[in-house]
């Protein structure tokens, strides 16, 4: 049996990924402000024998632990932030768990952060936390020089995007492994994706994830007014003769041979989306935002679940379009289409629109759905979001511990 210890355990993508691999654990401690996620993870695990709220008043056991893992808030390096870096509060935690590790000395430790740390300061943010974290050798080539302050580690380091691991989210995290004793370490190799995001979708979905139709022609025949309202929106604009190719059916031709243009920063100034596609609307009124569209695979989950899905109404189709308001209201209040239909009333008979559920969410995550959650549906969203991925949790403790 192992002993591990985490900090900003959050409802445990650590604890879930042990379990998959089926190695018996001793949790010295896991501590977790969030009094919501602290709910869902004794929900799931019980409660652990020594659980504080703060990592500031949590005490450092005595004897090393197997495992050390630690996520430290990434909302300090997120690109999505003001990117404040140690200037940020929530920045600093690094050091927090830097001093742990100090004074345990762990046979291992993990970090998870957001890809934006590399960039952090001009790139000096990450290099800060390489030399601190690596002192014996880095990526395996040896540190000649540490740092006065680095921890005597073998360190590793890359980048992982989850859809190369198995699960349908375009979804970048750095990881960082120590190693304390000098042993062979790979990070797992990229696989083919087979599994698809419809693959992840409920068949059963309830009413309240959907929008009215009464909403959806509210939303599509008033996106310059909601616009200039100042929701956040900003929508593409389609001319009257793409129509039919853009969203609509003429005589003959079926929903799926078409697409959306969805506004993008890119050389053409769209995405196409299409059958099986995710687009996410997170910071609507970006003009510098590209990648909206996922092809086949979800975006990056936030905390607040901002992607939604055009699901057929006839039963009888078993495929779902994933699309999110957002590029596709001015499209829809452009005009009739080539057959002379109206599209508004032509996507609302056809089509619901939804937002993901938070079980979707968290198979996302590639959480099983044993693991439930006893909080609101946005505590769970941001539970989700704020999580690992337990696939790619899972390969790196494969190949420390197996």
């Known amino acids: 049996m ?73 909302q300090a390096f997120s690109l ?13 935690l690094f050091f927090n768990s830097h001093e742990f590790i100090q004074k345990n000395n762990p046979r291992y430790f993990i970090f998870e952060n957001v890809k934006g740390l590399l960039s952090d300061n001009g790139g000096k943010t990450f290099s ?35 859809k ?24 797992p190799v990229e696989e083919h994706l087979t599994k698809r995001l419809k693959d992840v979708l409920e068949s059963a979905v309830d009413e309240k994830y959907f929008l009215s139709e009464k909403m959806v022609s509210y939303l599509f025949s008033n996106s310059e007014t909601q616009k200039e309202k100042g929701n956040g929106f900003k929508f593409s604009t389609i001319e009257n003769d793409e129509i039919s190719k853009a969203v609509t059916t003429k005589a003959g031709q079926r929903m799926d041979d078409n697409f959306l243009k969805i506004k993008s920063a890119t050389s053409k100034g769209y995405e196409e989306a299409t059958e099986g596609d995710s687009i996410n609307f997170s910071v609507p009124s970006s003009e510098t935002r590209r990648g909206r569209v996922g092809k086949g695979v ?22 779902q379009r994933i699309y999110s308001v957002d590029g596709i209201s001015p499209t829809i209040s452009a005009g009739n289409d080539g057959g002379g239909q109206n599209p508004v009333k032509h996507l609302t008979n056809n089509y619901k629109i939804r937002r993901l559920t938070p079980r979707e969410c968290f198979r996302l995550m590639d959480f099983p759905d044993s693991f439930t959650w006893p909080v609101s549906d946005s505590q769970a969203y941001k539970q989700a979001g704020n999580s690992i991925v337990v696939g790619v949790l899972t390969k790196i403790l494969s190949i420390l511990l197996c």
């Open 2 to 74: 192992i002993k591990v210890g985490s900090d900003f355990s959050g409802v445990g993508a650590f604890n879930q990924a042990l379990i998959r691999l089926g190695i018996e654990y001793d949790e010295v401690f896991a501590c977790d402000m969030d009094k919501y996620a602290r709910q869902t993870f004794i929900h799931n695990y019980g409660e652990p024998k020594y659980y504080p709220t703060n990592v500031y008043d949590r005490e450092i056991p005595s004897e090393p632990l197997d495992i050390y893992m630690t996520s430290p808030p990434c």
């Open 298 to 319: 979800a975006q990056t989950l936030d905390t607040a679940c901002n992607q939604e899905i055009i699901q057929l109404n006839n039963p009888k189709h078993s495929q």
């Open 80 to 92: 999505a932030g003001k990117r404040l870096g140690k200037e940020d509060k929530r920045g600093i």
């Open 128 to 162: 800060e936390w390489v030399n601190l974290l690596g002192g014996k050798s880095i990526n395996g080539n040896p540190v000649i020089f540490p740092y006065e302050d680095s921890v005597p580690y073998h360190l590793y380091w890359k980048v992982l995007n989850a």
């Open 164 to 187: 190369h691991h198995g699960v349908p989210q375009n979804r970048e995290r750095v990881f960082l492994v120590g190693i304390r004793d000098d042993k062979d370490f790979r990070f």
